[in-house]
């Protein structure tokens, strides 16, 4: 298995296409290509047909997907809101690919089992591992992932919602040479592969756990017995100075619980939900999910700090923990809320991959949501970094012609 990895930010979308691949033909070392994944910034102007059909001739792989970012990472670089296009090519013996594309009136009428293995082609008892990426307007990503969910089970799904566009029809979708302005694209892999998954949210706990007491769809009414605003007054001035200057800057969240069967609570307990509104008169707090009575929720802060030191000590866990070989390559959909906005810095969440897990190939883009799982089941995140590091499953099975199954 090999993965590789080129960028390039040229002053045209031809240009930057030529060199990623020319990166990418290089670290091949003539090994055929299998998997390709394409990143590319909306702020080039350029026939994407034409672009898909090019990297296809020079790369000739058996599977091309890939979509659109704000933000474009590849080749141990983060580059936000610039013209740039980041290309990572995969040789993967043993494998099977098996991609789809789904379009939104399919959505509209799918159910999670039988739809979902027709439409992909690879079935449950394989255990298939999935690369995803919708598009935030018309791809219904809480359904999709809840049906995939419930037709996979405790499969792992990485990816992300696309950007760098402002409403339906701004992103871009790629599966081979077509190109796709909603719906969303994927692909299931079989066989000798396996991913370690990281969902690095970037937050802390503060306060205590409390129970959502009353509440009703997205709105908070009280917490424990409380109003929730009061609940959340009472947190924020238990704070030292510095997290209170933080939880002012808007940097204060809620957790919400994955489980309620914890004696206690950490970071990593939690999906991270934004706070969207506050009422001063009702004392209630809405955020962006849907609340049920009976839910443990803790506030949460994020900081640079923390988000760098939590990647940093997910990255080691795995890494302590024996592995056949180490991983080939690495797929990375950070949130647009992360990067240079969140650290100051360019290139700091790729920085800290290679740092703890060796100078591995990473291809990636900024999202407008990322998807990945906690605890066995995939959530759609955000302010998050959803992460891949992949590997052969077996090391004794040998190189074998790839197969690629249609839908």
């Known amino acids: 298995m090999r993965f590789t990895s080129g960028i390039s930010d040229a002053g045209t979308a031809r240009e930057a296409v030529e060199a990623a691949c020319r990166q990418v033909v290089e670290q091949l070392a003539g090994n055929p290509c299998d998997l390709v994944c394409v990143f590319a910034s909306t702020i080039y102007q350029a026939s994407w047909p034409e672009l898909l059909a090019s990297i296809s001739e020079q790369l000739k792989p058996h599977v091309l997907i890939g979509c659109s970012g704000s933000g474009i990472i590849g080749g141990g670089k983060e580059l936000e809101w610039v013209p740039a296009i980041s290309v990572i090519a995969a040789h993967l013996p043993g494998v099977r690919l098996f991609p789809f594309a789904v379009a939104p009136d399919e959505l509209d009428l799918s159910t999670p089992g039988g739809f979902w293995v027709d439409k992909i082609g690879a079935s449950p008892e394989a255990n298939p591992i999935f690369v995803l990426f919708a598009d935030p307007y018309t791809a219904q990503p809480a359904k999709l992932i809840s049906e995939l969910n419930a037709t996979y089970r405790s499969r792992p799904i990485i990816g992300g919602l696309v950007s760098g566009g402002n ?23 079989t066989g000798n592969i396996t991913v370690d998954t990281i969902i690095s949210q970037g937050c802390r706990p503060v306060g205590r756990p409390v129970i959502i007491t009353k509440a009703e769809e997205n709105i908070i009414w009280e ?13 924020v001035a238990g704070l030292s100075p510095e997290d209170r200057e933080l939880a002012q800057r808007g940097s204060v969240f809620v957790g919400l619980a994955i489980t309620e069967m914890r004696q206690a609570f950490g970071s990593g307990d939690f999906l991270i ?11 209630a707090i809405a955020v962006s999910d ?15 700090t923390t988000s760098r030191q939590e990647l940093r000590r997910l990255l080691q866990q795995i890494g302590q923990t024996p592995r056949p070989v180490p991983p080939a390559g690495c797929l990375l959909f950070n949130c647009t809320g992360r990067g240079k906005s969140l ?8 920085r800290t991959i290679q740092l703890v897990s060796g100078k591995l190939p990473i291809g990636g883009f900024f999202c407008n949501g990322e998807i990945g799982p906690i605890g066995g089941t995939n959530f759609l995140h955000g302010y998050t970094a959803s992460l891949g590091l992949f590997r052969p499953l077996n090391v004794s099975v040998p190189s074998q012609a790839m197969s690629k199954e249609l839908t």
């Open 167 to 189: 409403q339906p029809g701004e992103h871009f979708l790629f599966m081979d040479t077509e190109v796709y302005r909603e719906g969303a694209v994927g692909v299931a892999m």
């Open 223 to 235: 917490l424990g017995g409380q109003q929730a605003l009061a609940v959340l007054h009472t947190v």
């Open 273 to 283: 939900r934004n706070i969207v509104g506050i009422d001063p008169d009702s004392g």
């Open 290 to 304: 849907q609340i049920e009575v009976g839910q443990t929720l803790q506030f949460q802060l994020r900081d640079p």
């Open 343 to 350: 650290y100051g810095f360019a290139n700091q969440d790729v």
